[in-house]
């Protein structure tokens, strides 16, 4: 059974920091890119960053500069370390992982984010 299992969200003040992390199981990690995306009320699920299985990483124009994605295969875990959290980056984070060579996606329940003073 494959699970995504989210962590790290929370409430935080404008230009303070979050990391993420995405724990899995029941996939073959090394082979997945790996991503976040996230969700605002309202809006469509949108990419945040993602991260091959070479380790190329990718980012959204928003969030350049500002948030740092990564990966530990031994682990299974992919995190998002978020700096300079605008109010713009509050959403429903999910974990996602993708097999291009398949291709299966799979999801994570999500957690939330918050910025507001």
């Known amino acids: 059974q494959v699970q995504l299992v989210e962590s790290g969200g929370g409430l935080v003040q404008p230009g303070g920091s979050l990391r993420l992390s995405c724990a899995a199981s029941g996939i073959l990690f090394r082979i997945y890119t790996m991503g976040w995306y996230r969700q605002a009320p309202g809006k469509q699920r949108e990419l945040v960053a993602s991260?091959?299985?070479?380790?190329?990483?990718n980012y959204a124009d928003s969030v350049k500069g500002r948030f740092t994605i990564s990966r530990d295969n031994t682990d299974k875990t992919v995190n998002l370390q978020m700096n300079n959290l605008k109010p713009e980056d509050t959403a429903v984070y999910h974990c996602n992982a993708y097999n291009p060579r398949t291709p299966t996606n799979y999801w994570g329940q999500g957690t939330q984010v918050t910025v507001s003073s």
């Open positions: 991260i091959t299985s070479g380790g190329t990483s």
